[in-house]
């Protein structure tokens, strides 16, 4: 078996709150992170910002990496742009024969410089946020496979439904459950190395691009575990969330929140509605396409200090969702698998 590829992972000043991307790469992915690009915090360690990510360095910059042989993007700001403050960075790595990987909007082979130093150093550049051609629409057959569609749905985005989705699919794992795991994100599709990115798709064929892959993988597993995307009330991203809760035709559906969240994440403007509400929205809103019904909730505690208080948390989100719940990362999802699954 060929050692896994290293990787220098960037994510300046969004470190590790506001870069799912990195974080999820580094607690999931098969490559080996050999370092961290922060350059608020050079001199740490990714395991001294959070007590779940390995003790991988972080450092200022490229130029300070150990040698490696790509670099990751793992940050995406709202709207998926590239920030000129990367670009020594991203120059310094193909300089040095590094690939790049890349989860954003704008694609890093349509860059005029970095496609002339890719060629001159013989480097792969792969934009992973950039879909297929053969997309079309949804033929309404996502339903028609054998496995069960678990979904994740979300109060907002960035609260945890790739996470959630991935601790799902390992605990099912563990407990003797064929389980598969659907990205459709940019995340995902680094981790599981395949997917569709549906907020890149052209709008009519998001509920195709998601139906694609169930069907491609649904007489494969007993259970589909499918990653989410955004909220059904964010005033951006709501569109992405339809398309999939409709493109899936779930089964069941998990509802993600993140503790202490009130407002939506970059629209602060846009308070969150009651938690209770959101059974209801998502279950009417895929009930004319496919019924499926709100069977268990992921409460994100990160921003909890107190295991205690942490606890309490979940309790009271349970409490409030009337189903049961757990943070899959804090105190794993076992249980909640053998109750709901």
């Not at 080996?32 to 990714?46: C, F, Y």
Request: charged fraction near 25%; charge should be negative; glycine fraction near 8%.
């Amino acid at each position: 078996m060929n050692d896994p590829q290293r990787v220098v992972v960037l994510a300046h000043e969004k470190f590790p709150d506001r870069a799912k991307t990195a974080t999820g790469v580094l607690k999931y992915a098969d490559y080996d992170v050999v370092a961290v690009l922060d350059r608020d915090n050079p001199g740490t360690s990714a395991a001294d910002h959070r007590r779940d990510l390995p003790d991988v360095p972080v450092v200022a910059s490229m130029a300070d990496a150990p040698d490696a042989d790509a670099l990751l993007v793992g940050i995406s700001p709202i709207g998926g742009a590239f920030d000129e403050t990367w670009r020594d960075d991203v120059r310094t790595a193909l300089e040095r024969g590094c690939d790049l990987i890349s989860g954003l909007h704008y694609f890093l082979t349509e860059d005029e410089e970095f496609a002339r130093l890719a060629d001159e150093h013989g480097c792969d550049i792969n934009d992973v946020r950039k879909p297929h051609d053969d997309l079309g629409v949804a033929q309404g057959k996502s339903a028609d496979v054998d496995a069960e569609v678990v979904l994740t749905v979300g109060t907002d985005c960035s609260v945890g439904k790739m996470t959630a989705t991935l601790e799902l699919v390992e605990a099912a794992r563990e407990r003797g459950i064929d389980a598969g795991f659907i990205p459709t994100g940019q995340t995902g599709i680094m981790i599981a190395g395949w997917g569709n990115p549906v907020d890149r798709v052209v709008s009519d064929f998001t509920a195709g691009a998601v139906e694609e892959m169930i069907l491609e993988k649904g007489d494969e597993h007993d259970v589909l575990f499918v990653e989410g995307q955004g909220s059904i009330v964010h005033p951006a991203y709501s569109a992405v969330t339809c398309g999939i809760l409709h493109g899936a035709m779930a089964d069941k559906l998990v509802l993600c929140h993140e503790a202490t969240r009130e407002a939506i994440h970059g629209y602060e403007e846009f308070a969150l509605p009651d938690l209770s509400e959101y059974v209801s929205l998502y279950e009417n809103l895929a009930d004319p396409v496919h019924e499926a019904d709100v069977v268990a909730g992921m409460l994100n505690t990160s921003h909890v200090d107190d295991d205690v208080e942490a606890a309490e948390a979940v309790d009271a989100f349970a409490d409030e969702l009337g189903v049961p719940a757990v943070d899959p990362v804090r105190f794993g999802s076992a249980d909640l698998v053998d109750e709901v699954f």
